[in-house]
């Protein structure tokens, strides 16, 4: 089944303690995004990547990381998790955007930092 | 600046009546819009994408509609049913970032009662 899968769904943590929430996607798709949810501000853009080993930021990239070393694989890291990163985390991928081609999006990570 | 508005923020409507929501966007230059469906804690969901030569594009009971000339966008829903409710999200492709880049409206929240 063509999927993006995402882990942990659920993750609470404390302040500065690192984390990765992986990002894998079956379907052999170049653009890879990572993106926020906060209520009332709708969907903002975090990192991208439209290949392997090529990154770019997106609109809110502060206090993250990504890497892109396999096709499949987008994970985000939190070096140093702040209260302010309590989230809901979409990954999602395609074929590339201008291509007017559809955007797929994992099932969410609710991430809470105390 | 590149922006997607959305309008109403939020409508509730009666089970069985149609609806349409609004989308304008200043992003230029433009590749494609996108409307989403996201159910609550869910990943959004492609309805439709339409580039600039589209007026009109059908998924169903969902319609989208492009002017590109006055840069607006609109999703009627026919017949509304209970699993319409979710928030719809307007998403244009283009802008400074280039034909890669997303740029997400906030979203109205539909809410569909019996």
């Known amino acids: 089944e063509a999927q993006v899968t995402q882990n942990p769904r659920y993750l609470i943590t404390v302040t500065g303690k690192k984390l990765t929430v992986t990002c894998s996607q079956n379907m052999n798709h170049e653009y890879m995004s990572w993106y926020r949810q906060d209520p009332g501000l709708g969907l903002r853009q975090i990192y991208y990547?439209?290949?392997?080993?090529?990154?770019d930021k997106g609109d809110v990239p502060e206090g993250y990381k990504v890497s892109r070393k396999e096709k499949r694989n987008f994970p985000l890291i939190l070096e140093s998790p702040s209260p302010n990163q309590t989230s809901l985390y979409f990954c999602?991928?395609?074929?590339?955007?201008?291509?007017?081609?559809?955007?797929?999006f994992g099932p969410g990570t609710r991430l809470t930092v105390l | 600046k590149n922006q997607v508005e959305q309008s109403p923020q939020s409508l509730i409507i009666l089970e069985g009546k149609n609806c349409t929501l609004q989308?304008?966007?200043?992003?230029?230059?433009?590749?494609?819009l996108r409307w989403y469906k996201q159910d609550t804690g869910r990943g959004p969901v492609s309805l439709t994408i339409?580039?600039?030569?589209?007026n009109t594009k059908s998924n169903g009971r969902y319609t989208a509609t492009l002017d590109a000339d006055t840069k607006q966008s609109s999703l009627h829903i026919t017949a509304s049913q209970l699993s319409d409710s979710a928030s719809y999200i307007c998403v244009v492709s283009g802008g400074s970032g280039g034909y890669n880049k997303l740029i997400f409206g906030a979203g109205t929240r539909l809410a569909v009662h019996p």
């Open positions: 990547s439209m290949n392997v080993e090529v990154t």
């Open positions: 339409m580039t600039f030569s589209e």
């Open positions: 999602a991928s395609s074929f590339l955007l201008a291509g007017g081609n559809e955007q797929f």
């Open positions: 989308c304008n966007y200043t992003v230029s230059p433009f590749s494609n």
